[in-house]
C-alpha cells in the first residue's frame, strides 16, 4: 500500500498560488502589452518553479519495497532492508549504507511544533479523574496518546523504523539505494529560463 507524506500547509499554500498564478496568465495575456507583459510573466514563470520544487514537489512516500524520498532536485530509492536507524531533530535523517544519512525534506518538524507537542503530551500527563473536557471516543483517546509529546516527523519516523525492522525480521535482501535527479524540476527550471530569455530578447 502506498502512503504519501507532505507538509499540508506547503502543499496548501502552493495551490493557491498557482490559482493566483493561472488568473495572472490570463489577464496578462488577454491584455498583452508587449515587454511588460513578457516580464511579467518570466517573473511568474521563475516563482512558480521556486514553489513547485520546495512546495509541491518534496513528499516522504512508502511502497512495499522502499522508502522513497522526493527532495527538491533529487529522488531517492532506498529498501526497507537498507535502513539502519532513523533520527528525528528539525528533519528526519534516513542512515543507510556506510555512515550514510539521507536527510528527508518533509515533514519537518518546527522548534514551535516541537514545543506544542510537548505541552500536548504535559496536558495528557496532568488529566486527572474529574476533568472538564469532552469525553473522547477509544479511537480518539488511542489516536491523542500515539502523538503525546511526538510532532508529525516524530511519528513519521517511527513508521519509517518500523518498516525497516520488519523487512529485516524477514530476512529481506538490502538492495542497493538509488539516487537520481529530479528531471521534473530540472524542467521546470529551464522553462522558467526560457521564458526569462524571451522577456530579455523581446523588445
Known amino acids: 500500500m502506498r502512503q504519501t507524506y507532505r507538509s499540508r500547509s506547503a502543499f496548501v499554500m502552493a495551490w493557491f498560488w498557482l490559482a493566483f ?10 491584455k498583452y502589452s508587449g515587454k511588460a507583459s513578457m516580464v ?6 521563475v516563482l512558480t518553479a521556486v514553489v513547485y520544487v520546495v512546495a509541491l514537489r518534496p513528499a516522504t512516500v512508502f511502497t512495499e519495497r522502499e ?4 527532495n527538491p532536485l533529487r529522488t531517492v ?17 534516513v542512515h543507510h549504507g556506510d555512515d550514510q544519512v539521507l536527510r528527508l525534506w518533509t515533514p519537518m518538524s518546527s522548534a514551535r511544533e516541537r514545543a506544542k507537542a510537548q505541552r500536548r503530551g504535559l496536558a495528557s500527563q496532568r488529566r486527572g479523574r474529574f476533568q472538564t473536557e469532552p469525553a473522547l471516543s477509544k479511537a480518539e483517546q488511542a489516536a491523542q496518546e ?6 508529525h516527523a516524530d511519528w513519521v519516523g517511527e513508521q ?7 523487512a529485516r525480521r524477514r530476512h529481506e535482501e538490502a538492495a542497493p539505494v538509488q539516487a537520481s535527479w ?14 526569462v530569455v524571451v522577456a530579455i530578447v523581446v523588445p
Open 182 to 195: 529530479a528531471y521534473d524540476a530540472v524542467a521546470a527550471g529551464v522553462a522558467a529560463l526560457a521564458l
Open 40 to 45: 511579467a510573466l518570466a517573473v511568474l514563470a
Open 146 to 151: 500515539a502523538l503525546a509529546g511526538r510532532t
Open 160 to 166: 519509517i523504523r518500523e518498516r525497516a525492522e520488519a
Open 67 to 70: 522508502l522513497v524520498a522526493r
Open 77 to 93: 530509492r532506498v529498501p526497507w532492508a537498507a535502513i539502519e536507524d532513523v533520527t528525528v531533530s528539525h528533519a528526519i535523517g
Open 21 to 30: 498564478v493561472a488568473f495572472n496568465v490570463y489577464d496578462l495575456i488577454h
